[in-house]
Nanobody, 114 residues
Framework: VQLQASGGGLVQAGGSLRLSCASR????????VSWYRQAPGNEREFVAR???????DYADPVKGRFTISRDIRKNEVYLQMNSLKSEDGAIYYC?????????WGQGTQVTVSS
């Protein structure tokens, strides 16, 4: 099972990006899928999570600006990021659980210029 995150890049403050997370080798199934991020010198932090019924949770700093969604047919999860701020710049990782172990993708870099 491999998670592949993509969609990062350089964007100006106030701009938008959409990240994608694909699962290779198996379906996400009924598992929660989460996005985390890690900025230089900081610990990895939770950003958003989507459940099998598409119910979602968000960290307070991104509420109202980020939206997590999933396409079951494509077996992908997305993170739409709007009104980006400089403090949103980080490596973004998608994650899910499989057989009791938390799996991580390789990360995608998001850089926000002010």
């Amino acid at each position: 099972v491999q998670l592949q995150a993509s969609g990062g890049g350089l964007v100006q403050a106030g701009g938008s990006l959409r990240l994608s997370c694909a699962s290779r080798g198996r379906s996400f199934g009924a598992n929660h899928v989460s996005w985390y991020r890690q900025a230089p010198g900081n610990e990895r932090e939770f950003v958003a999570r989507i459940g099998p019924g598409s119910g979602a949770d968000y960290a307070d700093p991104v509420k109202g600006r980020f939206t997590i969604s999933r396409d079951i047919r494509k077996n992908e999860v997305y993170l739409q990021m709007n009104s980006l701020k400089s403090e949103d710049g980080a490596i973004y990782y998608c994650s899910t659980w499989y057989r009791g172990a938390q799996l991580w993708g390789q990360g995608t870099q998001v850089t926000v210029s002010s």
